[in-house]
């Protein structure tokens, strides 16, 4: 495998970006495959070499309570592609299962109500990731778990944690689950470089159980 060490320019893009080389077309299929929705699943920070990793399900003591209570179980994203090179990180009303618990069988349900601020994303060829532009979700967690309330306006995947599965068939054969993780970089002048990671999982639709125009139910398998 071949790692490259990238040292970016520009403000919006970490300074060191060390990557593998991975297959673009498979990753962007995977990334946009329909019928999927990630999820918050866990949260970390690593500064002066120290590194804290927290379980969304469980208690945390990186975001506040009414964040972990009332954002992270009704928040979901899709990655969207339209013509015109247009793409959108979508962030959607959604209630369902978060956090690192057993994989297996769950309930979702989403909906057009609530407001939200999408983002974008746009693939890098020379660092082999995806950056994306951030969500009001991410927004909000990160200058949480930031001391000075650092709100990020970019970040990128981390390339050895990309989508894997194209079909919802393909997950279910896996039987294990899918993870991307998002990595924003916060420059601070007295400690260097800070690094937040939020770890989105895949739920996998597998029936529509009811719904309408302005919500549906189904089942997944997260």
């Known amino acids: 495998m071949m790692v490259f060490l ?4 520009c403000d919006d893009k970490p300074a060191e ?21 990630w999820r918050f699943e866990e949260i970390s920070i690593e500064r002066q070499g120290v590194k804290t990793v927290e379980n ?61 601020t999408d983002g974008t994303w746009v693939w890098d060829d020379a660092a082999q990731t995806v950056f994306i532009t951030s969500t009001s979700s991410m927004v909000g967690i990160v200058s949480e778990m930031s001391e000075n309330g650092w709100k990020p306006e970019k970040g990128y995947l981390d390339n050895t944690m990309l989508p894997l599965f194209e079909t919802a068939g393909e997950a279910q054969s ?12 916060e420059n601070d002048a007295k400690i260097g470089k800070i690094t937040y990671g939020i770890t989105l999982r895949a739920a996998w639709i597998t029936r529509l159980v009811s719904g309408n125009s302005r919500q549906q139910f189904y089942d997944v398998v997260y």
């Open 6 to 9: 990238l040292l970016l320019s």
């Open 17 to 37: 970006v060390v990557k593998a080389k991975v297959n673009k077309e498979k990753v962007l299929a995977a990334l946009l495959a329909s019928g999927r929705n």
């Open 56 to 116: 969304l399900a469980e208690t945390s003591k990186l975001i506040t309570v009414e964040t972990r209570i009332n954002v992270t179980p009704n928040v979901g994203f899709r990655f969207e592609s339209y013509a015109n090179n247009v793409t959108r990180l979508d962030e959607i009303i959604s209630t369902g299962p978060f956090g690192k618990i057993p994989y297996g069988a769950k309930s979702l349900s989403e909906t057009g109500m609530g407001l939200t």
């Open 174 to 185: 896996a039987g294990v689950p899918e993870r991307i993780r998002i990595i924003f970089e």
